[in-house]
């Protein structure tokens, strides 16, 4: 077995004496005050075993990382339904983009760009007695952890700026994708991407994911094909316009936020997460991806 701690370390040595960290994202002002210079690792391989170096333990926003999980529920609560209104398609295009929606009558791509996250919000806020309370719940869940939380002061950042976003829920709405008020659907959406996790509760709440859909605490969450089903729609869509890239450099199922921070799994093998705030052009961690690449390519493990 790879010696995973001095792997770590020497991907955190390499992200400290790298002067470009990229962009902090700005859009969101509220993510605006992150410290570029952060950097976390945390891995849990499946026999149980943990290695974290740097700012492993300090929490960021962990933003559309949080489209799995939603997707992850919804597929608990209503199962193949989804399909009906969402596809399974990479985009080929930013997380945010509108148009593709316009020309496809209102069928999101897939439901890891903004558009299909915002449908699968929409199942959610249908199918929870209390939205909010109940999804945070079940990260909590996931994690055996109920510090998790939500960032109130984000959530409402993005609730004042997100003018795009509403202009998605306004289109789904048109073509009848939608079929709660807009405001409470986003308001659901802005809290879930607003949830605050370190590096350490993201790998153990997407140890499911590896695990054939059975949690840390060996609670079944997804059968076996469910998690399939997921860790292909990472693999092919979680880094959006980027998604070729991310398989081509690291070779595994990963999702990616704009807090900066990045899961990815090996099936049986391990969960990694990776947090540094500076993005690239594509919205997506540049040093994170930089370090998962070294790391795939150093220890040889990939899933091809
Ligand atoms: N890529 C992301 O992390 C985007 C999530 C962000 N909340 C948005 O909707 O714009």
Redesign the pocket.
Known sequence: MPDFQAILENLYQDAMNTSDKGTV?S??PELAHVDKNNFGIHLRTSAGKDYGVGDYKKPFSI?????VLALSKAMELIGEDIWKRVDVEPSGHP??QLALLEIENGIPRNPLI?SG?IVIADILVSNLENPKEDFLNYIRDLNGDDTINFNIDVAHS?KVT?F??YATANLLKSFENLNNPVDDVLDF??HQ??IEMNCEQLTKAFFFLSNKGNCLSNKIRLTKTQAKRINAIILTCGF?DEAGEFAFEVGLPGK????GGIVALLPDNFVVTTWSPGLNIK??SLLGMKALEKFTTETKLSIF
Do not use: L, P, R
């Open positions: 994202a859009y969101i933003q559309s990382i949080s489209k997380f945010n903004n996250a993005e997100g795009k976003n959406y802005f991407c607003s959006y990616s936020g704009v807090g919205g997506n």
